[in-house]
């Protein structure tokens, strides 16, 4: 039987299905749209054109949509926080001081070493520190040789010493290269200014050796994982966030500055909380992205007013494979993605207040969605290209305000006064406040400032903010980060295009580990890779090409809202030719969604009895991918066989 699953050619069949599946939802929601037989529907299709308007309806929340919200919610925080990370790692460092500096570690006599396992600490200086590994013979040291090559990422010939320490090795267990000696004693010399956190030895039987006079090298011994992993580890970028945090709270040169500071300042609340272990620097991704789950509930119900719409977009929120992963990884892309669902939130707020409400209703709204697009916008840049988005709808309301004043009500003096209060409010809303913000988040980064005056350190006691050298110091900060973005010529094996982001065509992989290593036989990995939902992008594809038929066909505004949104995430990437990455969608992906969330409302009103077992069935679907590809995003271990021959639909998946 196994011989026979194994011949199946699960790998061809499931995409095959996905595809089928979507084209059979899409069918039926484009014939629920058109004309229904014996009405005179068509008549009106065919000769009214309507007039494009920007009135919405507002659909408020009322208390039956407490329980969905509370379960989602609950539901999607067990699963993002299972298996996060590690809640303790050693977090004692033996400093060495520089070039030569060493530390003697005694074992028992003349005990059999077979490996050697380290924990990894901070490069001073950003560059690669090595330690030279030594055993003692008689009188005399003998340094244990590298055995293996450098990889690809650095082309320097072998590895330097059997304790390699690259610039992308931080807090990460490692193995030596080459650990097997018979020795009493073994001596670690670095080769420049770094920090190693603790050190495990092993015999022959795998069994731990008991250390001595190891200082904080050796004093967190119950603290040794079983083998290097995901759990005990950074991956990926975390080695840049999640350093940077460390460095915040520890008021070091930060290394990584080619993002604003307010994401990595995130990053570093959960590591004062929980401590610089796995779980603390990523705590505070997962605890956005669950909070990415009543934020989009929210939205839905408020655009279309409908608890299972709004339940099955949310669902697919929580079941879109990017959602999860980025969510988990101490980097900056989860932060900007929440504030941009709760900037759009806000916008369609104001956009669809009733054109003759009290300002006051126009103005919270708009106060609220630019201090999330200030907030964002202090994590990452990409939420500049939502700001072109919000504007859009912003000044799109302007004019239709204009067109219920000045033409349909006859005004003008009303349409003057509350424009000019509007305007003014939208500029400290979507500028000054939002300056102010990003300005601020670069406290952490003052401490590189000293005090003319008294030649100490600088800080918002001193006068920071009123100092002329911090705001050049800012200054400069920023404009070496535009100049690192705009001419980046560096190329990745994992890189991407946007043409590839809409379809699902290219992952990027995070992290591969065989669950035993150095075991030749062994058929378990742990897999993390970046990607989206394959059965909600391809339906996002669709559903957003539809809008184009809604809105120049039928005039509907909403469509045109989710489009604005949606092209105001992906057209600055499809101009941006620096090498690119999958994650990179992940904005785009929350208005696929919404698309959908579209679709499903419209099929609600006009598909009949059979819509709810559509949309339903769709959802689960989607729900069903995120359980078969669970492996290849969360790191659990799973056979390599199921990687190859069930999850990689594509050549081009990483899985």
């Not at 991704?285 to 339940?311: E, T």
């Not at 004019?399 to 003008?412: A, H, V």
């Not at 409010?425 to 000293?450: D, K, M, N, Q, R």
């Not at 980046?488 to 043409?499: E, G």
Request: with cysteine; hydrophobic share 45%; net charge positive.
């Amino acid at each position: 039987m196994l011989e026979l699953l194994k011949h199946l050619r699960w790998v061809h069949t499931l995409p095959f299905l996905a595809i089928c599946g979507v084209l059979l939802c899409a069918y039926r929601y484009r014939g629920a749209l058109i004309p229904r037989r014996g009405t005179t529907e068509w008549i009106d299709f065919m000769v009214k054109r309507p007039k494009l308007r920007f009135e919405f309806k507002l659909h408020p929340l009322v208390k039956r949509d407490i329980i969905p919200v509370a379960v989602l919610t609950a539901v999607f925080a067990f699963t993002g926080f299972l298996r996060l990370g590690d809640v303790k790692a050693p977090t004692s460092y033996h400093t060495f001081s520089g070039e030569g500096d060493s530390i003697v570690v005694r074992l028992p006599e003349d005990t059999a070493v077979a490996q050697l396992m380290y924990f990894t600490g901070l490069n001073f200086g950003h560059n690669d520190s090595h330690y030279t590994l030594e055993y003692l013979s008689g009188n005399s040291w003998i340094e244990i040789p590298s055995a293996k090559p450098v990889t690809d990422e650095h082309k320097s010939g072998e590895h330097p010493t059997a304790m390699p320490q690259f610039g992308s090795d931080l807090f990460k267990w490692m193995y030596a290269d080459n650990a097997s000696c018979m020795t009493s004693a073994l001596r670690i010399t670095a080769s420049r200014k770094s920090e190693l956190c603790e050190i495990a030895v092993y015999d022959f039987s795998g069994r731990p050796v008991a250390l001595y006079d190891g200082g904080e090298l050796t004093d967190e011994q119950q603290l040794v994982p079983d083998k290097p992993e995901y759990m005990n580890s950074m991956y990926f970028d975390e080695i840049y966030h999640g350093r940077a945090a460390l460095e915040t709270i520890r008021n070091l040169d930060i290394y990584e500055t080619v993002h604003p500071p307010l994401g990595k300042t995130l990053i570093s609340v959960g590591v004062q909380i929980f401590g610089m272990t796995p779980f603390g620097w990523r705590v505070m991704g997962v605890l956005f992205g669950i909070l990415m789950i009543p934020a989009m509930y929210v939205l839905l119900k408020n655009m279309f007013g409908k608890i299972p719409v709004a339940v099955c977009g949310t669902l697919l929120l929580g079941f879109d494979f990017m959602h999860y992963t980025q969510t988990r990884i101490a980097t900056v892309d989860t932060y900007p993605v929440l504030f941009i669902i709760l900037s759009f939130l806000f916008m369609y707020r104001f956009i669809a207040t009733e054109h003759d409400a009290p300002l006051r209703r126009h103005v919270w709204n708009l106060f609220l969605s630019g201090l999330a697009f200030g907030i964002g916008a202090a994590t990452k840049w990409i939420v500049l290209y939502a700001g072109a988005g919000l504007a859009a709808l912003f000044f799109m309301r302007i004019i239709f305000d204009y067109f219920y004043y000045y033409l349909d009500n006859g005004t003008p003096g009303v349409f003057l006064a509350r424009t000019v209060k509007i305007l003014a409010c939208a500029f400290a809303f979507f500028v000054a406040i939002p300056a102010v913000i990003y300005i601020v988040s670069y406290i952490p980064y003052g401490h590189e400032l000293t005090d003319p005056k008294t030649g100490r350190m600088m800080t918002v006691g001193s006068g920071m903010l009123w100092s002329k050298a911090y705001y050049k110091h800012v200054w400069a900060i920023n404009k070496s980060m535009y100049t690192y973005h705009a001419t980046l010529k560096a190329t990745h094996s994992y890189q991407s295009s946007w043409y590839q982001w809409i379809i699902d065509a290219r992952p990027i992989l995070y992290f591969w580990k065989r669950a035993e290593p150095y075991v030749g036989s062994a058929t378990q990995v742990s897999v993390i890779t970046a990607f989206t939902n394959p059965v909600t992008t391809w339906a996002g594809l669709l559903a957003t090409g539809s809008l184009f038929e809604r809105v120049f066909r039928r005039r509907d505004a909403v469509a045109l809202v989710i489009l604005i949104g949606f092209f105001a995430q992906l057209l600055p990437w499809i101009l941006i030719s620096r090498c690119v990455f999958a994650y990179h969608f992940f904005p785009s992906m929350i208005f696929y969604i919404i698309a959908i969330a579209y679709a499903f409302n419209n099929f609600f009103e006009r598909g009949g009895r059979n819509a709810k077992r559509y949309i339903y069935g769709f959802t689960a679907a989607a729900g069903v991918a995120f359980l078969l590809f669970f492996p290849a995003i969360s790191g659990f271990s799973a056979s390599e066989w199921y990687h190859n021959n069930v999850l990689s639909w594509f050549g081009s998946w990483l899985v």
